[in-house]
C-alpha cells in the first residue's frame, strides 16, 4: 500500500514552454501533497505544500507564479513549471501523506521527474 | 537552517559490515524519520522514532535517538549490495506540522 505515482518520469522541453506534472496517490486519500526539487548531488528542497481544495503553501524563494500547484482532488496534485528555463533543470519529488492522527507524520514518496529544459 | 545533518557525507563498507550514519539537528523536534534514496529515484520511508523514545528497531535496522545531544543515528547491520544509497535523516521540529527538511544525506556504498 501507499505508492505514490509520477508522470512523466522524464521530460524535455524547449526553453519558454511549460510543462507538468503529475502527483498521484494510488490507493489512498491524501490529504497533502509536497512537491521538492533536487539538485544533482544533493539535499531535497521542500518547494511548497499543498492541501486538498485550497491554495498551496510556498516555501520562501519559491515563485507562486512560476510553479503552479493544482490539488483538485485527493488522490491528485499536479506542478506546472510556466516559461521554463535551463536553470528549472532539475529532479522533482513528490510526496504524500493522510490526515488521520499520526499517520500523517509519514510521507509516501513518488519516483521522481527528471526535468531538462533545453 | 533547522534541517537534519548527516554525517559523514560518504561511507564506503564491504558486503556483511555494519554502516552507522550520525544526524544532528538544532531545535526541538516531534519526531524524526530516515530515509532512502537509491540513486535518481523517489525516497522511502525507513524508520520513524518519536521525541520520547531513544531506540528502534526494524529488520537489520536500529536507530537511537538522543534529544539532549540533538543527534540521531541509523545503524545497519550485516549490510549487503543492496543497500548502497543515499541516506537522510528529517526531523520534524516541534509546531512545525508535519513538513520534512532534509540534509543533504549519507551516500553509502556497499562494496561486494
Known amino acids: 500500500g501507499a505508492v505514490v505515482s509520477q508522470h512523466p518520469s522524464r521530460v524535455i522541453c524547449k526553453s519558454g514552454t511549460s510543462v507538468k506534472i503529475e502527483c498521484r496517490s494510488l490507493?489512498?486519500?491524501?490529504?497533502?501533497m509536497f512537491w521538492y526539487r533536487q539538485f544533482p548531488k544533493q539535499s531535497l528542497m521542500l518547494m511548497a505544500t499543498?492541501?486538498?481544495?485550497?491554495?498551496?503553501?510556498?516555501e520562501q524563494g519559491v515563485e507562486k507564479d512560476k510553479f503552479l500547484i493544482n490539488h483538485a482532488s485527493l488522490t491528485l496534485s499536479t506542478l506546472t513549471v510556466t516559461s521554463a528555463h535551463p536553470e528549472d533543470s532539475s529532479f522533482y519529488i513528490c510526496?504524500?501523506?493522510?490526515?488521520?492522527?499520526?499517520?500523517?507524520?509519514?510521507?509516501?514518496f513518488g519516483p521522481g521527474t527528471r526535468l531538462l529544459v533545453l | 537552517s533547522q534541517q537534519g545533518e548527516e554525517d559523514p557525507q560518504a561511507l564506503s563498507i564491504q558486503e556483511g559490515e555494519n554502516a552507522t550514519m550520525n544526524c544532528s539537528y538544532k531545535?526541538?523536534?516531534?519526531?524524526l524519520q530516515w530515509y532512502r534514496q537509491n540513486s535518481g529515484r523517489g525516497l522511502v520511508h525507513l524508520i520513524l522514532?518519536?521525541?520520547?523514545?531513544r531506540e528502534k528497531h526494524s529488520g537489520r535496522l536500529r536507530v537511537t535517538l538522543d534529544t539532549s545531544k540533538k543527534s540521531s543515528s541509523l545503524l545497519i547491520t550485516a549490510s549487503r549490495a543492496a543497500d548502497t544509497a543515499s541516506y537522510f535523516c528529517?526531523?520534524?521540529?516541534?509546531?512545525?506540522?508535519?513538513?520534512?527538511?532534509f540534509g543533504t544525506g549519507t551516500q553509502l556504498k556497499v562494496e561486494l
Open positions: 510526496s504524500a501523506s493522510t490526515a488521520a492522527g499520526k499517520a500523517q507524520e509519514t510521507q509516501y
Open positions: 490507493d489512498f486519500q491524501a490529504t497533502t
Open positions: 499543498s492541501n486538498e481544495g485550497s491554495k498551496a503553501t510556498y
Open positions: 531545535t526541538s523536534i516531534n519526531n
Open positions: 522514532i518519536r521525541s520520547n523514545e
Open positions: 528529517a526531523p520534524i521540529l516541534t509546531g512545525g506540522g508535519n513538513k520534512l527538511t
